[in-house]
């Protein structure tokens, strides 16, 4: 699987959409982006994944760039609860067992 | 809401002696994770099982580690002669094995090796 970088750390204010960048250059055609993230003393929670189109659920937008070599994770109105380490991971399609490989994550702080 | 469940939540004990912690996925879920979390690290991948069969160990997984799931349901992952290096977080994590990557985490087992 691909490997991605994030910024290590972020913060944003509250009520604030929060822009989370993530680049995975080396992504091949077959490869999705999966957003996770762990609020501190829980497991991670799986947000959005995309392949090449820009998707959106109740929990954020995922905005993927057309040569697919980076993404935006938009969460468009922060609260303090979204505070948390948010995990970009690439995956193949298909890939056995489903397995997801974690990096270090950005630790995001939404503050008052 | 009966999502992953694991058991205990926190565990700790002295060098050299065995734990096991138990992990209750989604019922209807027949792949089965087990990762493990370092402080201020992404989870690391350990095994994996579709139903009762273990199909994937990590590197990571030394003689020390097993892990079961001996019906298909419940899984366990047994430590052996703890050493301090195995306190961690251990997370499972569940899904229905269709070709997705979202999967479902339980809480975690702390350990604490002393």
């Known amino acids: 699987d691909a490997k991605t970088t994030q910024p290590p750390s972020m913060d944003c204010a509250e009520g604030r959409a929060a822009n989370l960048p993530c680049n995975h250059s080396t992504i091949s055609g077959n490869e999705y982006v999966y957003w996770y993230r762990q609020i501190h003393s829980q497991g991670p929670q799986y947000i959005i994944h995309g392949l090449k189109n820009n998707e959106t659920n109740e929990m954020a937008s995922l905005i993927i760039t057309e040569d697919r070599k980076s993404s935006t994770l938009i969460l468009p109105h922060a609260t303090l609860r979204d505070t948390a380490v948010y995990y970009c991971?690439?995956?193949?399609?298909?890939?056995?067992?489903?397995?997801?490989?974690f990096g270090g994550g950005t630790r995001v702080l939404v503050k008052p | 809401d009966t999502g992953v469940s694991q058991d205990p939540r926190h565990k700790i004990t002295k060098r050299g002696q065995n734990v096991t912690f138990r992990c209750d996925p989604i019922s209807e879920h027949n792949r089965l994770y087990w990762y493990r979390q370092t402080l201020g690290q992404g989870p690391e991948f350990l095994t994996y099982f579709q139903n009762e069969a273990q199909l994937e160990k990590s590197r990571l997984l030394s003689d020390r580690f097993s892990a079961e799931r001996p019906k298909g349901s419940f899984s366990t992952l047994e430590i052996q002669r703890t050493e301090q290096g195995d306190s961690a977080m251990y997370l499972c994590a569940s899904n229905s094995g269709v070709n997705t990557g979202e999967l479902f985490f339980g809480e975690g087992s702390r350990l604490t090796v002393l």
């Open positions: 991971i690439v995956r193949v399609a298909g890939a056995a067992g489903n397995k997801l490989t």
